[in-house]
Structure formats: C-alpha cells, structure tokens
C-alpha cells in the first residue's frame, strides 16, 4: 500500500481461542485497584509497564551475570532451599518432614551455604538466590524475595565495594545516565549524627546540626534537663522555605508523631522571621543564640527550625523521621526535592557489632548477623566492652533505601565460637557444621547480597517491589491469584504427623470456609 502498511487477502481464518469480558482493560490509564491487579495476574502482566519491568529485569541479571562470570571469573552454584533451623536473624518459614516432630526451614539467605563453599575452595561464588522470611509484608519486604548473592575469598571491604560498583555499572540501563563511580561512603556514626538514619537520602539538604554548644548556659528548663544527661543533646534541622510550605496544621502533626512516637518535644523555631507558632522556646533564645544559630544553620529568611533535646541516638532518629515527613509534605505542596531521576548511591560503613536487644538491653544481639568479623582495631574490646565494637560490615544505599548488605566473615572457629556462645548466647550445636568447617583451614572471606527486587523497583520508579515481581504476593503475603496460603485435609497432613488444632473464636469462620475438606479439630 503507499502508505507502506501491508494488506493482507485472508482465504482461511481459524479461530486458535476466544476472550472473554476482560475484569479491567489492559491500558495503563485505566486506574485499577492492587487487589484485582494481582487476582488476575495474568492479565495485569499484558499491560506496558509489567513488559518493561520484567524485560528490564532480565535484561540486567544478564548483564550481571555476564560481568561477574565472564569477566571476573566467579561460579554460578544453586545452593538448597531446603535446609535446617539456625538462631539469629530474621524468622524462617519451617516445612514439615516425613520424620515425626522434624521440620526442614527454608533459608532467610545462603549465608551460610556461601561460607561452606568459601571453605570448598570455591573462591568467588554467586547466586540469584531465592530466600524467604516469615515476617508479614511491607512496601518493599515479600515473604520470598531474589538476592543477587555474591561472596569471595582473600578479599577485603575495599575489594567488594568496588567489585558491586563495577556490576552496577555494567549492568546498568542504557536508556539511564551512567553512574559515576566510586560511590561516597559515610560512617553509620555520622550517617545518624547527621541524617538520622543508616539509610540516607543524600538527594536532598536538611540535615541535622548539633547546636549542644549553643544552648550550654540557657534557661530553658527541658534544653538544660537534656544536657545535664549522659549523652545528652540538643538538635537541630532547617527546612527550607518552611514558612512558605508548612501550614499550622502540619507543625501539630510534627509535633503529635514526636510526643507520641519518641515521647520527645519537637519545636518549631522562626529565627528570622516574626512568627512564632506556640513555640515557648523562641522567647528565650538570647540574640546571641539567635544570631549563632542563624550562622552555623545557615538560615534564610523563611526557613523554619525544628529544634529537639534528648539523648543522642533517640533526638537524631527523630529528627531523621522528621526530615522524610516535611520532605513529604514540602513535595506536596508543590517544590521539588528528590529528583526521581537522580541515583544517589552511598556507602554506610562501621557499623556497631552489636546491639542491646529490644525485649532485654543488658543482652546483645548482631546487628547484621552473628558471622560478621570485628573491625581489626576493635577486637580486644570484645572480651572487655563489646558494645563498642565496630563490625566489618557495609551496606549500599540508594535514595534513601538499603539496596545491599554485606561483611567480612569470621574464618576463625575459636573467635566465631566464642561469638556465639558467650556473647550471643546461642545454641552452637545448631551451627556445628559450620564451626568444624571453619576448622579445617577457612580462608578469609567476605561477600555481600543485593536486593533485586529493591534494586529495580528504584530503578524503574514502581510504587512498591510487586510492581517488579512477575508473580508477588500480596500485603499480607498472599496469593490472591491462586488462594495461597490454602487449607489441607487431615488425610494430607497424616504423613507428616500435624493436626491442626482451631482457637475457638474461630470455630464460625472455620464453618464458613469453602472448601470440601476441613482441618481435624
């Protein structure tokens, strides 16, 4: 035809298969609720936006795969998913066997299976590693999730850092401004001192300033309460323009998360502008604490100061909620702080060891997980104070996410022991293949595991980790597809010797359930 389309002359048309009323049509501006999306996968994976992703996906664990065995010689090895129970770390999902009152549990990671092949003389190992928590869903956590899981023998922190910087690099989508490589990288001291959390966004500003010094002789009664403290402090953080963009209503919400989530106090402070909403600390800032400030702050006209006091960490991690939450709120009322083309990457190194646990804080647990080696200059503190230990771990964060995690391992069985037992208080006889193996000559190793999922859903900008996933599950960790989890009948669950045994509260929805067969009672 001139128009350069071909016509076709059909003579036979053979029908291979009808459709039927589709649920939702597939284009994407048609808006469609998540749960109808994920009922009928199927359809949702025809749309524009599912194809890119998942081609997209492909496209860089190939290129991955490419760099790290074609052009750095590692070996691609499937490690079981069927595996035991082991202490530390996240919970596992356990899968009933044959044997009475024994269970397999499939592996959080293959942590332990990549050290074991360190100790094989497999010394550079990777995976696309299936790995499952049985820890509810998040935004960007799935009950099973893909790591791109690497681990190395003779190899330092330096070593793995930029080996991760090369893959991202080659790897990364054409249709994307190349990275600029090295990364920086940033204490987790200083990551907390100044963005209150161990995964900054480092897009934009407003940070958090120490003004402890400012306030040393005040007489304000909660500001000299924090400071006579042990770590006591006085913190602060600047939002641009604040006056223009925060409205009354969003500085009593500020305040309301501060009281009611850190139990803290949370001031808002207008230093060069007349203003004061309900803040009783203005009127007691001298003009010399008020032009000190104004200095070290660098404060414009409309600026607005969040000021709190408290113990350290608490004030800063506060402070670090804050700054996510006005950059929320400054975003919707119109100014643009996060550039969504912008990857800005960041290494956050030295980590503590450990960390008192939660439930009993004069016990600790690992703050990675309890194969981590000691920082070298930091292990005679391990038998005197190892609460201040610093960890060879590091972890990758892109905007403001945790993209990877990793550490130098303990290749020592009597320090790895000692770990454990003493300090963790774990059951070593859970680890004992790993602790013999150590034994019989473990070389130095260290590795680390990017999350795929994570990775892409920044990459293409998804609204949550399912959007890069062909089939996820749910917010609650289910299949709506296929009705995942689903019952069992009692003749199933024989073989592996479990009754199910139903709270009473549940004997209604346990008769409404439609299904043939019933769980025994």
């Given amino acids: 035809m001139p128009t350069g389309e071909i016509e076709i002359k059909v003579k036979t048309a053979e029908l291979l298969n009808s459709c039927k009323k589709l649920p939702f049509e597939i284009k994407d501006f048609v808006k469609k609720t998540e749960a109808l999306r994920l009922q009928y996968r199927y359809l949702d994976l025809r749309s524009f936006q599912m194809q890119y992703n998942l081609r997209l996906r492909s496209q860089v664990v190939m290129k991955m795969r490419e760099y790290l065995c074609n052009l750095h010689g590692f070996v691609d090895i499937e490690t079981p998913t069927l595996f035991k129970r082991t ?244 975003e919707m009322n119109g100014m643009v702080l996060r550039d969504p083309a912008l990857f800005s990457f960041l290494w956050v190194v030295d980590f503590p060891l450990f960390l008192p646990k939660e439930d009993n804080p004069l016990e600790l647990e690992s703050a990675h997980h309890p194969f981590t080696a000691p920082h070298p200059g930091d292990i005679h503190l391990l038998y005197t104070e190892p609460e201040k230990v610093r960890s060879q771990h590091y972890d990758l964060v892109l905007n403001g996410s945790e993209i990877g995690g990793g550490s130098i391992r303990i290749h020592d069985a009597e320090l790895q022991h000692y770990i454990l037992a003493t300090l963790l208080k774990e059951d070593v006889k859970l680890l004992s293949h790993l602790l013999q193996a150590l034994d019989y000559g473990a070389p130095p190793h260290g590795g680390i595991a990017l999350g795929l999922d994570r990775l892409m859903c920044l990459i293409t900008g998804a609204a949550s980790i399912r959007d890069v996933i062909a089939f996820p599950k749910s917010f609650r960790g289910h299949d709506l597809m296929s009705n995942a989890p689903d019952s069992v009948s009692s003749q199933e669950l024989k073989p592996y010797h479990i009754q199910v045994s139903w709270p009473a509260d549940s004997e209604a929805e346990r008769s409404s359930l439609n299904h043939s067969h019933h769980p025994e009672s």
Avoid at 222 to 245: H, I, T
Avoid at 248 to 267: G, M, P
Wanted: proline share 6%.
């Fill in 87 to 330: 202490p530390g770390g996240a919970k596992e999902f356990l899968v009933p066997s044959r044997e009475p009152g024994k269970f397999y549990s499939l592996p959080q990671s293959p942590q332990q299976f990549k050290q074991l092949l360190m100790v094989g003389g497999l010394d550079r190992y990777f995976q696309v590693a299936r790995c499952y928590r049985d820890e509810g869903s998040r935004p960007d956590r799935q009950p099973e999730f893909t790591q791109i899981d690497i681990e190395m023998s003779f190899v330092d922190q330096t070593g793995i850092q930029s080996l991760i910087e090369g893959l991202l690099q080659y790897s990364w989508p054409s249709d994307k401004d190349p990275l600029v490589v090295p990364f920086p990288s940033m204490t987790f001291a200083e990551a907390l001192a100044t963005y209150g959390t161990d995964k900054p966004d480092t897009r934009f500003g407003m940070k958090i300033v120490d003004i402890s010094n400012v306030f040393k002789h005040t007489e304000v009664r909660f500001l000299q309460d924090a400071l006579s403290k042990p770590q006591g402090a006085v913190k602060a953080m600047c939002v641009r323009e604040g006056a223009n963009y925060l409205k009354k209503k969003d500085i009593e919400s500020i305040r309301k998360f501060a009281a009611d989530h850190f139990k803290e106090e949370v001031l808002p402070v207008f230093l060069k502008n007349k203003e004061n909403w309900n803040s009783p600390v203005a009127k007691f800032i001298l003009e010399k604490q008020r032009l000190e400030l104004i200095r070290l702050m660098e404060i414009q006209e409309d600026d607005v100061v969040l000021l709190t006091a408290g113990e350290h960490k608490k004030a800063c991690s506060l402070l670090g909620k804050l700054r996510l939450a006005c950059a929320d709120i400054l």
